[in-house]
């Protein structure tokens, strides 16, 4: 998963994360991650995961965007990276994974070892009679 955090426009502050592919960005009501900042289309830019190369940043034929301050209409995105979109600036971070619990996995492996330990003991004891 991936997170955008807004550093500036009108949702300055806030972060975003997506959880499916692909994530389009942009004024219309069918973006993922809709935003009402002046300078952005309605279907600006467009994030797609790609197996061998990673999270691939595609804007709009014509519609300006910005990676790191250099202007791009296609590039691979790098955790941290600074994406600008007329007056909208975003920054592109890998999102927080989540842990699974494994307690109860973790308690009957440790039960397990427990288990074979005695059972190795009393084969010891039995053998030496």
Known sequence: MIQLKVLSGKKAGTAWVARRFP????????AELQVEDSGVWDQH???????????????QPNALAAVNGEAVQQTVLR??????????R??????????????????FTWAAIAA??????????????
Do not use: C, K, M
Not at 23 to 30: F, H, L, T, Y
Not at 94 to 102: G, K, V, W, Y
């Open 45 to 59: 830019l467009e994030l797609h995961f790609d197996p061998a190369e990673g999270i691939v940043l595609s804007a």
């Open 90 to 107: 975003l920054q592109f971070w890998l999102s927080e994974t989540r842990q699974a619990d494994l307690r109860l996995r973790e308690g």
């Open 23 to 30: 994530v389009r960005i942009g004024r219309s009501a069918s």
């Open 116 to 129: 074979i330990s005695l059972g190795q003991v009393g084969l010891i004891y039995w053998l030496l009679r």
């Open 79 to 88: 955790n941290g990276d600074a994406i600008d979109i007329g007056s909208l």
